[in-house]
C-alpha cells in the first residue's frame, strides 16, 4: 500500500470520527430529554447509554487505527509537505472540527451528568416516601384489625 492510500484511510478515519461524534451529540440531547421528562422511563434511559457506549466504542478503535497509520505515513507527510499540502490542510480542518465536537459534547455530558444527579435524588427522596407512606399504611391496617378482635372475656356466672 502506498502512502496516498494511507492519507485516504487517515481522512476517511477522521470523517468517521466526525460522523461518530454527530451522532453522539444527538445521544446526549436525547439524554437530556430523557433526563427532563418526568415519565421517561429507565429503560430509555438505558437503551441511550448502551448506544453511547457502542459509539465510543467505535471511536476509540478509531482513534487507535489512526495513530497506527499516521505513524506509517508520518514521516512521508513531513518530507514531502509540498506534495501532499491540500490533504495536510484538510484532515487540520477535519481535526479542528473533532476538537471541537470533542469539547461540545464534554460540556453536554457534564450537563447531562448533573441532570442524572438530581434525577437520581429525586428518585430516592420518592423512594423514601413511598416506603415512609407503607409504613404508615401497614401501621394503620395492623391497629384497625385489632379492634375488631375481641379480647377473650370472662363472665362470672356466680353471684
Do not use: W
Amino acid at each position: 500500500m502506498d502512502e496516498k492510500n494511507y492519507i485516504q484511510i487517515l481522512e476517511d478515519s477522521l470523517e468517521s470520527k466526525i460522523d461518530l461524534l454527530r451522532r453522539l451529540q444527538v445521544l446526549c440531547q436525547e439524554q437530556a430529554e430523557i433526563l427532563k421528562d418526568p415519565n421517561a422511563s429507565p429503560e430509555a434511559f438505558e437503551e441511550n447509554i448502551e448506544e453511547k457506549g457502542k459509539l465510543i466504542d467505535r471511536l476509540s478503535a478509531l482513534d487507535q487505527g489512526f495513530d497506527a497509520f499516521f505513524a506509517k505515513v508520518k514521516d512521508q507527510l513531513e518530507n514531502n509537505r509540498d506534495q501532499y499540502r491540500d490533504s495536510i490542510a484538510h484532515m487540520q480542518e477535519m481535526i479542528r472540527e473533532i476538537t471541537q465536537r470533542s469539547s461540545n459534547l464534554q460540556v453536554l455530558e457534564k450537563q447531562n451528568s448533573e441532570l442524572a444527579k438530581a434525577k437520581f435524588s429525586q428518585i430516592r427522596t420518592q423512594t423514601k416516601e413511598i416506603r415512609q407512606s407503607r409504613k404508615v399504611v401497614n401501621s394503620y391496617y395492623q391497629n384497625m384489625m385489632k379492634m375488631n378482635t375481641v379480647d377473650p372475656q370472662f363472665m362470672d356466672r356466680k353471684k
